[in-house]
């Protein structure tokens, strides 16, 4: 049974990916375009609605008047682009952070990383990101000539969430590595200390880190339609899962079940696909593994 | 004689162990100082226009520059702000509600989520270990199976979306006005409190049971596979003595699971508090990041942090209690 | 004259005190792995250091090859300190690892290990490089084909040739043998000994050549150190000490394979486990399994004796022997 919870979870993986990756080809139209059902009228809220124009909404349109479909299509790819970019650089700034902390182990460097990545870690899950993505606000941010998107601080506070995590997993793993001789005899043959982290440490580390970050995939989604729920997600009108799901909540007056049903069930779908993999290529690369607190 | 010698030391060592861990939580606690204080200082706009707000005036503006007194050392600027904190000023309101202190809004909104986290927890343990311990009972079995989709549907689930299905049913579809209140207040109107606390804490319970289930399983599934364990079943004892012996071992796994599943829980209220309107913590912080309202923020930030900290102490201290090893 | 590598009095303790508590003077307990060592190597010498494991003669190896830095007294390479030298002299000094498969990366084939230390030499050019890397394997008994190979395709005679030839790379003139055929089969041991010799001979090189493998030694070595607990306690040229033995644990050593032998006749037996080096025995460190503590007296487990001559390059630490009264090493 486990084998076939991880092929379907790596189809509806592909699927996602092929949606956000070609959506802009296939989408029907324009996530902000407007329909309306009469001139002066937007169009009612429901499935197989036909505008003013004679276009068919497949999904019928959100509160002002857009195609839904095409949101939805539009929205998973900013989640995914989001997600996947915050464990990317997540896992790239763990493994520079675990490899130096681990290889200077007991150090005053690696005693003052330890300690405040203790402290982060008493945020867990999207807590952290929620008081970041405050504090640095979602209008964008100048630092000197760049301007930062709403976008991008999301995946920075989503990214300090989760390197801390990941970060102690690649020093965990870094630290016997270090104690080898292979290392030794690189100091030895006067290899600098940055060559060593980069080139004999490093590459024989990764696995475990690499599994937890497969993992937190799941988590990612999760994390980024949570913080666009909570209207802490990118600008109008780019549209993201978790947004398009806390703007359901205007049509329930309508009764529109369909509609509060999508956008939730497609976020569910996608944590659920990624977590499945992610146990999947665990079980493949660790097989002594155990569900452990730390993974949530 | 010799017992209550015995028993002293026990307990000396007992107040040993839970003095370490306090005394260990302190560099956290500073550090979550450091973070809360230091929030004001990586706003883009740095913290006089972090505090004003949009809304904020000249003069009030001035205000906050003298109060904070910028033009000192960064460690006095901290200094003072912890002054400030351990007497009870947190600051005051801008935004939201100007000019009232920050201290007298906290309570409502800490009792508001504290009951709605032990609510959740509650519905969460019922349904975790009850499931985690039947599937690691008999492991592999339908049982098992069963419980192992059960869990991976309810961590797939996110819990807002799951609160507004139930929202949806039940406050839109059958009209139960105390389904959408979300009007937590015991000390106002006991009953209407309690039927408005149920919805959430279902959502709240439900999704996270799946999660409680795994670790419960994998706890309860060490204990079972240890050698006494297993000498005890190959001697055909029966097996109520089994599961009762499994019990007692199980108790320090179990305890785990529950410190750990109030601290998923609390992490969880803030998103289920926004879809029912209940006037928490995480309402509380999702209003204050919405409107920028800094001191709030900061205050939130070491409340959440210190609550966080209090979780994994109790736990710490009630696994010393239980278990002497850990003591050392 | 000066030695090529000399260690003055040195002394290595390890602290298990976190750096909090170093930082508060602190002290958890500590285990002196070398307590006061002076050794002189020559250069071309093969010297060799025999002793139980735990006895510290590995921390003594590292030391002497700059891997540990001593807690006291210094280890000079050329008459300058080990501990501020530069790089370039640095690089003359080597050590060869016990575990070969544990000294060489799992993930780099013999042609990328070896081509960062010959890069390091000056070699830059692709052709000049592959040209050195087969002329290394060969001058380790391997063919070019290995250059390819990855440490989990060879075995274990094959790996520390690999090693041996990382090391040549940087052309050293010392090098530091931590039990290098410990991890080997028999017919292998000789081989790799035999190399280890002829380059030591054909190079000039000195070797510090750590066993606990008594006719290992016996094979390669000019001299010998026998060290117990952190100490040394006798040092002689290979065949005086095969054949004179005079500190009682050498010759317990020495019995130890004597006992093979059906005929031999028992001279003196060691029993038991060497002392925690946390907590080493008043006195002599080695009173407690000394079969001559009885015939000597109290002096043993009073204070410990110093490594005096018994002839001009034999040295020992016993109270069997007569002390000489203006010994320098006295005060230790």
Redesign the interface.
């Known amino acids: 049974?486990g084998d076939k919870?991880v092929v379907l979870g790596a189809v509806i993986v592909l699927v996602f990916l092929g949606i956000a990756i070609f959506g802009p080809q296939f989408a029907p139209y324009d996530f902000a375009q407007q329909f309306r059902a009469s001139p002066g009228e937007l169009l009612p809220i429901s499935v197989m609605s036909t505008t003013a124009t004679g276009e068919r909404l497949l999904l019928g349109s959100d509160a002002l008047g857009r195609d839904m479909l095409s949101r939805l299509i539009y929205g998973t790819r900013t989640t995914l682009v989001i997600s996947i970019s915050s464990v990317l650089l997540a896992t790239i700034l763990a493994i520079v952070l675990g490899s130096l902390t681990g290889y200077l182990e007991?150090?005053?460097f690696d005693?003052i990383v330890m300690?405040?990545i203790?402290?982060?870690l008493?945020?867990?899950?999207i807590?952290l990101a929620?008081?970041l993505?405050?504090?640095?606000?979602t209008?964008g941010?100048?630092i000197g000539p760049v301007t930062t998107t709403p976008e991008m601080t999301i995946v920075f506070a989503l990214v300090f969430t989760f390197t801390p995590r990941l970060t102690r997993t690649m020093r965990g793993s870094t630290i016997p590595q270090a104690h080898?001789?292979?290392i030794?005899?690189?100091?030895?043959?006067?290899?600098p200390a940055w060559r060593i982290v980069a080139f004999?440490l490093a590459?024989?580390c990764l696995t475990a880190v690499i599994i937890q970050s497969t993992t937190y995939l799941?988590l990612a989604v999760?994390s980024t339609?949570?913080l666009g729920?909570?209207?802490?997600g990118p600008a109008e009108p780019q549209p993201e899962l978790g947004k398009i799901?806390a703007r359901?909540?205007e049509y329930?007056?309508n009764?529109q079940?369909w509609h509060?049903?999508i956008p939730?069930f497609t976020?569910?779908?996608l944590?659920?696909a990624f977590?499945?993999l992610g146990d999947g290529i665990r079980n493949v690369l660790d097989p002594e593994y155990?569900?452990?607190?730390a993974d949530? | 004689m010799v017992d209550r010698t015995s028993a002293l030391n026990k307990i000396m060592s007992l107040l040993k162990y839970i003095g370490r861990r306090i005394v260990s939580a302190i560099?956290?606690l500073i550090?979550?100082t450091?973070?809360s204080f230091g929030?004001l200082y990586?706003?883009?706009g740095g913290p006089v226009e972090a505090l004003a707000g949009i809304f904020g005036t000249q003069e009030q503006k001035e205000r906050i520059r003298q109060e904070l007194g910028l033009n000192d050392p960064l460690h006095v600027q901290y200094l003072r702000w912890v002054g400030g904190v351990l007497s009870g000023d947190f600051g005051e309101m801008i935004v939201m509600a100007p000019g009232t202190p920050i201290a007298e809004m906290l309570r409502k909104p800490l009792l508001a989520t504290f009951w709605l986290t032990i609510a959740g927890a509650l519905i969460a343990l019922t349904l975790g270990l009850a499931i985690g311990a039947l599937s690691a009972i008999k492991p592999n079995s339908w049982l098992d199976?069963l419980s192992r989709v059960i869990s991976?549907?309810t961590?797939?689930?996110?819990d807002?979306?799951l609160a507004?299905?139930l929202?949806?049913v039940f406050?839109?579809?059958f009209r139960y006005r105390w389904a959408i209140s979300g009007q937590i207040d015991f000390s106002r109107n006991i009953v209407f409190s309690l039927q408005s606390l149920i919805l959430p804490a279902i959502a709240l319970g439900l999704a996270k049971a799946g999660?409680v289930a795994?670790?419960t399983?994998?706890e309860l599934f060490d204990v079972q596979n240890k050698s006494f364990i297993q000498f005890e079943r190959i001697m055909g004892l029966p097996r109520w003595v089994v599961i009762k012996d499994m019990l007692h071992n199980g108790i320090l796994p179990i305890v785990?699971v529950l410190g750990?599943t109030i601290?998923?829980i609390f992490?969880?209220t803030?998103?289920v508090e926004?879809?029912f309107g209940v006037p928490g913590i995480g309402l509380f912080?999702?209003r204050?990041?919405?409107t920028?309202e800094?001191a709030l923020?900061q205050t939130l930030?070491l409340c959440?942090?210190s609550v966080?900290?209090l979780i994994n102490l109790l736990t710490d201290i009630l696994y010393g209690v239980l278990d002497p090893r850990v003591r050392s | 004259m000066t030695a090529l590598i000399e260690a003055e009095s040195v002394k290595r303790y390890y602290s298990n005190a976190?750096?909090l508590q170093r930082l508060l003077f602190l002290g958890g307990s500590e285990i002196q792995a070398v307590d006061g060592v002076t050794l002189r190597i020559e250069k071309g010498e093969i010297v060799g250091l025999v002793g139980e494991s735990g006895c510290g003669k590995t921390t003594l190896g590292w030391l002497l090859?700059?891997?540990e830095q001593p807690t006291e007294g210094a280890v000079r390479f050329k008459g300058r300190s080990l501990g501020n030298i530069d790089?370039e002299t640095?690089?003359k000094v080597?050590?060869l690892?016990?575990?070969p498969r544990?000294?060489?990366?799992?993930?780099h084939n013999v042609r990328t290990i070896l081509s960062?230390?010959i890069r390091?030499m000056g070699h830059t050019a692709t052709a000049d490089i592959t040209a050195r890397i087969h002329s290394l394997l060969e001058a380790v008994g391997l063919s070019a084909r290995y250059a390819d190979r990855y440490s989990f395709q060879l075995s274990g005679g094959e790996l520390q040739r690999v090693?041996l030839a990382?090391t040549l790379a940087?052309e050293p003139e010392f090098i530091v043998c931590d039990e290098p055929t410990s991890a080997v089969d028999m017919n292998v041991k000789v081989q790799i000994l035999k190399l280890l010799s002829d380059i030591s001979r054909e190079k000039g090189i000195s070797l510090l050549f750590i066993s606990h493998d008594l006719s290992a030694v016996r094979f390669i070595a000019d001299r010998i150190c026998v060290m117990y607990l952190g100490k040394i306690v006798e040092q002689a040229p290979a065949q005086q000490l095969f054949d004179h033995p005079c500190h009682p644990y050498t010759m317990a050593l020495l019995d130890a394979i004597a006992d093979i032998d059906p005929n031999a006749i028992r001279k003196a037996s060691l029993h038991g486990q060497p002392p925690s080096p946390m907590a080493p025995p008043a006195g002599c460190r080695f009173h407690p399994r000394c079969a001559y503590t009885e015939q000597v007296g109290t002096i043993c487990w009073e204070r410990g004796p110093a490594l005096q001559p018994l002839s001009t390059d034999h040295l020992v630490r016993c109270f069997l022997y007569p002390e000489v009264s203006q010994d320098p090493d006295r005060k230790q």
């Not at chain 1, 008493?122 to 899950?125: A, C, I, N, R, V």
């Not at chain 1, 729920?229 to 802490?232: A, E, K, P, R, S």
């Not at chain 2, 961590?155 to 996110?158: D, G, H, I, Q, T």
Request: glycine residues 10%; hydrophobic residues 55%; positive net charge.
């Open positions: 049974m919870l007991g150090s005053l005693e300690r405040l203790d402290a982060l008493t945020f867990p899950g807590l929620v008081i993505v405050a504090a640095w606000g209008q941010i100048e080898r001789a292979y030794k005899a690189a100091q030895l043959m006067g290899m004999e590459p024989n799941g999760f339609a949570g729920f909570l209207g802490l799901l359901t909540q329930f007056l009764r079940f509060i049903f939730g976020i569910s779908l944590v659920f977590s499945v155990r569900f452990e607190k949530v | 560099p956290t550090l979550i450091f973070l929030l990586i706003t883009p199976s991976i549907a961590y797939s689930v996110p807002f979306w507004i299905i929202l949806f406050g839109v579809i999660i795994r670790i399983r994998g785990t750990y601290g998923l992490r969880g803030f998103l926004v879809v912080l999702v204050a990041a919405k920028q800094y923020l930030v959440i942090g966080f900290i | 976190s750096w090859a700059g891997l790089a640095r690089k080597q050590l690892f016990q575990y544990e000294s060489l990366n799992p993930r960062y230390p390091k090693a990382r940087l």
